[in-house]
């Protein structure tokens, strides 16, 4: 008989939470709202039941580790070329798991501190109600 530990709903919920805290936190530091748009078409880190249905347990806490460690590093200022390698470990990680994320390290070393946040459509307003 063999137990599988499937990913749990939690997981999936802290997973797309953290997908849409990178499209209004990260991605308008470094980008355009054009460019952000664009992301969302292609289906950056999408995710689909047909992922979640797959996820060990496991995977899913690799998928969020990877997806907060890369989150630190593109948060840090300014970046450090030193955290490069595990950056690019974590999204082969991604890419591993079925998760499409086509950056390198370079394109946001090459516009960072370049951007206002505040002016992109895709930030989080302050006065928004949680919901």
């Known amino acids: 008989m063999k137990i599988v530990f499937a990913s749990t709903p939690s997981q999936k919920e802290e997973i797309n939470g ?32 047909n992922h979640f249905e797959h996820f060990t347990l496991k995977d899913a806490f690799q998928v969020m580790s990877s997806i907060q460690t890369v989150v ?8 450090e070329k030193q955290y490069e390698p595990l950056f690019n470990k974590n999204v082969e990680n991604l890419q591993d798991f ?8 370079s394109q946001f070393e090459e516009v960072s ?11 989080k307003a302050d006065n928004e109600l949680p919901v």
């Not at 630190?72 to 970046?79: A, G, K, M, N, R």
């Not at 079925?98 to 390290?105: A, K, R």
């Open 72 to 79: 630190s590093i593109l948060e840090s200022t300014p970046l």
């Open 18 to 49: 953290m997908v849409r805290g990178i499209y209004s936190t990260i991605f308008p530091l470094y980008f355009t709202d054009e460019e952000i748009s664009q992301f969302e078409w292609l289906k950056v880190l999408h995710t689909s039941d």
């Open 113 to 123: 501190g370049m951007k206002n946040a505040m002016l992109s459509l895709y930030t």
């Open 98 to 105: 079925g998760l499409f994320f086509p950056f390198e390290f």
